[in-house]
């Protein structure tokens, strides 16, 4: 079993930064992949930046040169850096992990940018 806990989202303003963090533990071997998604009030869940099981990483064309993930391989913990925040960026932000092809994810963290 894999849990997952995401923290640091909260209120900025437009331009700001935030930086979230994912937490996973338990039964962590095998990881085929992990990454964050985000879900607007109204649309549908989707991809942030993810590193894919061939070692890359995708990023959606809306984020490309504000946002940038990374990982601590030691501590089982991703991150996410988001830079220049847009009022579009608003929404709650969920990370998951990809472990012996199960995925998991956690409660998801609010990121709110507004003036």
């Known amino acids: 079993q894999v849990q997952v806990v995401e923290s640091g989202g909260g209120l900025v303003q437009p331009g700001g930064s935030l930086r979230l963090s994912c937490a996973a533990s338990?039964?962590?071997?095998?990881?085929?992949?992990m990454g964050w998604y985000r879900q607007a009030p109204g649309k549908e869940r989707e991809l942030v930046a993810r590193?894919?099981?061939?070692?890359?990483?995708n990023y959606a064309d809306s984020v490309k040169g504000r946002f940038l993930i990374s990982r601590d391989n030691a501590k089982n913990t991703l991150y996410l850096q988001m830079n220049s925040l847009k009022p579009e960026d608003t929404a709650v932000y969920y990370c998951?992990?990809?472990?012996?092809?199960?995925?998991?994810w956690g409660q998801g963290t609010q990121v709110t940018v507004s003036s």
């Open positions: 998951n992990w990809v472990v012996r092809y199960l995925n998991y």
């Open positions: 590193f894919t099981s061939g070692g890359g990483i």
């Open positions: 338990g039964s962590i071997f095998n990881v085929i992949s």
